[in-house]
């Protein structure tokens, strides 16, 4: 059984330790080498009540984070969030993935005042790609050829869900 709770200053190493984890397959980050946790302060103080990050824990471990981060830094999009999921890579394969983007829509439909939620995935990520499609996302666009990893051209899709309309 899984839990959540807030991130706090005191888990970004961790959450930093996750995200890493999962750099060199070049199939699931924008980064080509592992980031510091300095380099993730600034980006920590920008989750908040409207748009939270939360750490998931199973026996007493963080096994992974979740954010639902702000879309654009335009009111227009206020209602908007891009959704992250990071989980340790020993902990892949074992329906995890379902359990926080049910808790994540729980939390949007009880707590949150979001509309949309956004996620970016790119198209060599299946597993991904199919989780999001499995709990109700949508695939509403490709953005072919977007960004340079590794010397390669990847393309990211794009997948939404609403939310409270």
Request: proline share 4%.
């Amino acid at each position: 059984m899984l839990s959540f709770r807030r991130a706090t200053p005191n888990d970004l190493s961790r959450i930093v330790a996750i995200y890493n984890s999962a750099v060199p397959s070049h199939d699931i980050t924008d980064d080509e080498m592992p980031i510091t946790v300095d380099s993730r302060q600034e980006w920590l103080n920008h989750f908040n009540d409207r748009f939270p990050i939360w750490v998931v824990i199973s026996d007493s471990t963080i096994i992974g984070w979740c954010s639902l981060g702000q879309f654009y830094p335009h009111q227009a999009y206020q209602f908007s969030a891009e959704i992250s999921i990071y989980l340790a890579s020993d902990t892949q394969g074992r329906g995890y993935g379902k359990q926080i983007l049910n808790f994540i829509d729980q939390q949007i439909t009880d707590n949150l005042d979001i509309k949309t939620v956004i996620a970016y995935v790119y198209e060599n990520n299946l597993p991904s790609q199919k989780l999001f499609q499995k709990c109700g996302y949508q695939q509403c666009g490709v953005l072919p050829q977007i960004s340079i990893i590794d010397g390669e051209l990847r393309t990211l899709k794009i997948f939404v869900k609403h939310f409270n309309l």
